[in-house]
């Protein structure tokens, strides 16, 4: 049946669990993929279990046929069909892995969103189906958070607009200004050049931050995510990968 390679999958979670080489692990974490494909893979338990259920109906009509065929010749087989066994063992598997989801003393799912209109929108909808389907959510992680407000970067710019007027004015009232005079003005356009890319930089910052408060303001709108308590990840200078990376990041955010 369609989706019976993520059931597969699935499946390993139990043998993770019980396996004696993850007993010294206190969490064992499980990256999901993106909406559609969680809410697919937390429903695909009970879909296969209806899948198999039919499945090995038919196989066993169709064996219970071809006995009877060879009964006609005097051919009994008296082994258990491995096809059907295995299917019954995958369903079990399936039923462990649909309880596991679903135990709140043991399973905690964490839903990370990035602060977008859309990012926050789809943790809504993640949240409404995953309560429907009674898997314990008590957290949100919002990641990639801009920190760079750009306060009192214009009052600076002005200040240095200024002071490098009156400066100007000075060196030209000096009996000998012109050499002094040419490598001022040498020094002003580059320090205009560097202004001006200051200035894109800041007014970049400054529009993506108010641009995610409006969407994290969504995250107080919602009833549903309103209720999950909030742990807040700032965009950093670098990327996140490998394990003094991530130990750099959980000091920044974990609090417990």
Same mark, same amino acid.
């Given at each position: 049946p369609p989706g019976l390679d993520e059931a597969i999958a699935i499946a390993k979670v139990v043998?993770?669990? @019980? $396996?004696? *080489?993850?007993? @010294?692990? #206190?969490?064992?974490?499980? $990256? #999901?993929a993106p909406t559609g494909h969680t809410l697919r893979?937390?429903?695909?338990? $009970?879909?296969?279990?209806?899948?198999?259920?039919?499945?090995?109906?038919?196989? !066993? *009509?169709? #064996?219970?046929?071809?006995?009877a065929v060879k009964g006609l010749f005097g051919v009994g087989d008296e082994s258990p069909d491995e096809a059907v066994q295995k299917l019954e063992a995958l369903k079990a598997q399936l039923t462990e892995v649909k309880d596991l989801f679903r135990?709140?003393? #043991?399973?905690?799912?964490?839903?990370?969103?990035?602060?977008?209109?859309?990012?926050?929108?789809?943790?809504g909808r993640l949240l409404r189906e995953l309560r429907k389907?009674?898997?314990?959510?008590?957290?949100?992680?919002?990641? !990639?958070?801009?920190?760079?407000s750009g306060e009192g970067f214009k009052e600076r710019?002005?200040?240095? @607009?200024? *002071?490098?007027?009156?400066?100007?004015?000075?060196i030209e009232g000096l009996n000998d200004a012109g050499v002094a005079t040419e490598a001022l003005?040498?020094?002003?356009?580059?320090?205009? $050049?560097?202004? *001006?890319?200051?200035?894109a930089a800041v007014t970049f910052c400054t529009v993506k931050a108010k641009d995610q408060r409006r969407a994290m303001e969504m995250l107080d709108e919602d009833a549903g995510l309103?209720?999950?308590q909030r742990i807040e990840a700032p965009l950093f200078d670098m990327e996140i990968r490998g394990v003094p990376a991530l130990q750099?990041?959980?000091?920044?955010v974990w609090t417990e």
């Open positions: 043998q993770f669990i @019980k $396996d004696e *080489k993850y007993a @010294k692990f #206190t969490r064992i974490v499980f $990256d #999901t893979l937390l429903s695909l338990p $009970d879909f296969l279990d209806a899948s198999i259920g039919k499945i090995v109906r038919l196989r !066993q *009509k169709l #064996t219970g046929m071809g006995d135990n709140e003393k #043991t399973t905690e799912f964490v839903i990370v969103t990035i602060p977008t209109v859309l990012g926050i929108s789809e943790s389907e009674s898997v314990p959510v008590s957290r949100v992680v919002i990641n !990639q958070i801009v920190q760079v710019v002005a200040d240095l @607009k200024a *002071k490098e007027a009156a400066l100007t004015e000075a003005e040498e020094m002003l356009a580059a320090q205009r $050049d560097v202004t *001006k890319d200051a200035q309103r209720t999950l750099f990041m959980g000091g920044q």
